[in-house]
């Protein structure tokens, strides 16, 4: 009698902690009968019948799908991935589908938490499925693949998908362009089906407008040319007046240093004196590109450098420390990768 009333307890607590089943009143242990029965909907569970007195039997029944749904939305909105995607799994051994309002959360706490790895995971589990899913869920998981900064994974999903409609092309092209691949999405341009939307080609324009020509570099400064604001876009901009931008990137050197900053020497090739070699890496083209930057956009805003080579250790330093005092947003794409820098920090954590 008492190991089965251990038994009872031990399963009453089990039903009392888990999240998936509903909340009870339970009467003491000594007075339940326990009993389970057999059910094929859900495997892992059954039935089970609690009897407590000879007028009263309470039926404790797994929650159905719906309720595992809701679990996975309030873990999302709760912005715990860890136990979103445990909870996803289960659902998975359980043999209950995750509904598409639970997907395209769960895929924006990966967007909100920048999480590669748990966005691969929700990937593995769409394509695993992709019979259940239509063309809107492989639109969010290319758009959240481009906001990772992955846009090879992205273009991955946009060549697995099976029916495109004008929101994936759209989604595709921009998300390139935006990624610094300006090529790549030009050539998709080109390659629709269907005539493209004035929505995407005004998009597409702005943003070659707006980063292809002022952000992107191509190792001569002097070809970065100024961005259009509403109220000079009815003047004539004249050449670029690189003279300031020198001004402004020997008067940033001069404030990273008293935030800390020693040019490290090591990177700088030619057999030059100390003098020299600082004055070398203090022109590097990515310097002279945020210099630039600065002067010619509005407090706050984001400044998205591409460069076709990969960023020496001592202007990803240089940078960091910058983004420390400037209270900017720093985005650098080199050869190899993204580089967010923020607050004196990259999300590289100094590894790339």
């Known amino acids: 009698m008492a190991q089965s009333t251990a038994m009872v307890r031990s399963m009453m607590s089990f039903f009392c902690s888990n999240r998936m089943l509903k909340t009870f009143i339970i009467p003491p242990a000594e007075n339940v009968i326990f009993t389970t029965l057999h059910n094929k909907k859900y495997p892992p569970f059954g039935i089970l019948k609690l009897k407590f007195s000879q007028q009263d039997t309470l039926h404790l029944q797994p929650q159905p799908p719906k309720a595992f749904n809701s679990n996975l939305n309030d873990l999302c909105k709760e912005k715990n991935i860890h136990l979103a995607l445990q909870s996803l799994e289960e659902m998975e051994q359980t043999g209950i589908l995750a509904d598409s309002e639970s997907i395209l959360e769960l895929m924006q706490v990966i967007i909100d938490t920048k999480s590669l790895k748990a966005g691969d995971r929700i990937y593995e589990y769409v394509m695993k499925f992709s019979s259940n899913y239509n063309v809107t869920i492989f639109n969010r998981l290319m758009d959240m693949y481009f906001k990772l900064g992955d846009y090879r994974r992205a273009g991955r999903v946009f060549e697995q998908m099976s029916c495109k409609n004008i ?121 002279l590109a945020i210099a630039y930057g600065l002067i010619s956009t509005p407090p706050g805003s984001t400044l998205r450098i591409i460069k076709n080579l990969r960023i020496c250790g001592d202007c990803h330093n240089f940078i960091k420390i910058l983004s420390s005092f400037e209270k900017r947003v720093f985005i650098v794409r080199d050869n190899k990768r993204f580089h967010h820098f923020k607050d004196g920090v990259c999300s590289c954590r100094d590894f790339w």
């Open 167 to 287: 929101d994936s092309w759209k989604t595709m092209i921009l998300g390139l362009a935006e990624n610094g691949r300006e090529k790549e999405a030009i050539r998709v341009f080109t390659e629709m089906p269907t005539k493209p939307s004035p929505e995407i080609s005004e998009a597409l324009q702005n943003h070659l407008k707006e980063t292809a020509y002022t952000e992107k570099l191509h190792e001569k400064p002097a070809l970065i040319k100024p961005k259009m604001n509403k109220s000079s876009k009815n003047q004539k901009q004249g050449p670029l007046d690189r003279s300031k931008a020198y001004e402004k990137l020997r008067a940033l050197n001069n404030e990273a240093k008293e935030a800390g900053y020693v040019p490290d020497t090591r990177f700088v090739v030619h057999d030059l004196d100390q003098e020299a070699k600082e004055k070398s890496l203090l022109y590097h083209s990515e310097r």
